[in-house]
């Protein structure tokens, strides 16, 4: 374990190492006619009662498929949730039927959107770090993605808020 | 993040109901006090135990910003930018405070906060309270918040999430928004730490409150 003061500076070193950070070309996961890229995960704070998980799903197909759920070892519960800003004030709710990846469309869980809620993390997340989730799909089945734990591009500097 | 949304958020104060009377300080603090629209008596406790009451805020700028441990992506990143600005201060850094309150006293226990803000810049002080303190600092900054339970019996938190500055009297200075940029922020902390008015480029939310 670290000691407070550790934990600190390796948190916050992320803001640092983030004003370095070049997305890396992502790890692309396939599985049936599903390109799953782009899977990230912030560094939660310690004692975090949750952290957040992105990913890009291509569905390259002609069928529609629809993401029904996650789960993973590294949380002790796992969701699908929308985040909403509505009149300045942050919204966030469990999806209700899974999300629909249509046919030939790309669909992106991304911040201040669709997100995997990692609830009770089992350990902090830590930048370098992955965490393993897998996707559970209607047609595709479940697929198990490595999400890469860092910081949001640009969020160090302030220059982009996506 | 932009200027709209920025927009917005000054909309949702202005929804949030009039000005608060209850007003801390003495003498020329008080009056200043009186004379804005946010503010207000409160008593809370720091994750160190200490109380923390409207007097702290007097002497000193600050950064006020109200949030919970739950939320995964706005308090967090906006606490990682309050920590980048207070080190980017330099010295000055040291000449203001930074206070994250918790709109969920309930998950958010003092011992929850401390372990929580080992992460951040050890300046910010994270508050929290009975559930009729935090309302009452809630309403004296007119913060929108909103206990939503669920089907599962988890509950989720709705929110406001600009930061307030607060002036060196205890007055409201302006808002930062969520993601506001760090060049247009550091000016802002700038002319707050001078005594100046920051020249917030979110529109002041008491202005809407008189349009609408």
Not at chain 1, 66 to 72: Q, V
Not at chain 2, 52 to 65: A, H, M, N, Y
Not at chain 2, 137 to 144: D, G, N, Q
């Amino acid at each position: 374990m670290f000691s407070p003061a550790n934990h600190r500076l390796l948190f916050l070193s992320g803001v640092v190492a983030a004003l370095a950070f070049v997305p890396a070309e992502a790890k692309e996961v396939r599985a049936g006619s599903l390109l799953i890229t782009g899977a990230w995960s912030r560094p939660t704070p310690k004692g975090a009662p949750a952290g957040i998980g992105y990913v890009t799903v291509r569905n390259v197909g002609s069928r529609t498929d629809r993401l029904l759920g996650a789960s993973s070892p590294s949380a002790a519960r796992t969701e699908l949730h929308d985040m909403s800003f509505k009149d300045g004030v942050m919204q966030m709710r469990p999806v209700e039927g899974g999300i629909v990846i249509p046919a030939g469309r790309t669909v992106r869980l991304q911040p201040s959107g669709h997100h995997i809620m990692l609830i009770g993390p089992k350990r902090p997340f830590a930048i370098g770090r992955t965490v393993p989730i897998t996707l559970r799909f209607e047609h595709a089945g479940p697929v198990q993605v490595a999400f890469d734990v860092r910081m949001a591009p640009g969020q160090a500097n302030g220059t982009q808020h996506p | 993040m932009t200027i709209a949304s920025l927009a917005l958020a000054a909309g949702a104060l202005s929804a949030c109901g009039g000005p608060n009377n209850r007003q801390g300080g003495t003498g020329e603090d008080r009056k200043a006090a009186a004379s804005a629209s946010y503010g207000g008596s409160f008593t809370l406790v720091d994750q160190n135990g200490r109380t923390v009451t409207e007097r702290d805020l007097i002497g000193k700028p600050s950064l006020i910003f109200f949030g919970f441990t739950f939320c995964p992506e706005v308090c967090p990143t906006t606490l990682l930018h309050i920590s980048k600005w207070l080190k980017d201060l330099g010295s000055d850094g040291g000449k203001i405070n930074a206070f994250y309150v918790t709109i969920d006293p309930q998950r958010d226990t003092q011992k929850q906060l401390e372990q929580y803000l080992t992460s951040f810049d050890p300046r910010i002080r994270g508050l929290t309270g009975t559930p009729a303190q935090i309302d009452q600092i809630a309403k004296a900054y007119r913060v929108y918040y909103k206990r939503v339970n669920l089907q599962n019996g988890d509950y989720v938190m709705d929110h406001s999430t600009m930061i307030y500055m607060i002036d060196a009297r205890g007055r409201f200075a302006g808002p930062i928004g969520y993601g506001e940029p760090d060049e247009h922020v550091m000016p802002l902390l700038r002319d707050l730490l001078a005594g100046r008015k920051p020249k917030s480029r979110q529109p002041d939310p008491r202005t809407s409150i008189e349009r609408s």
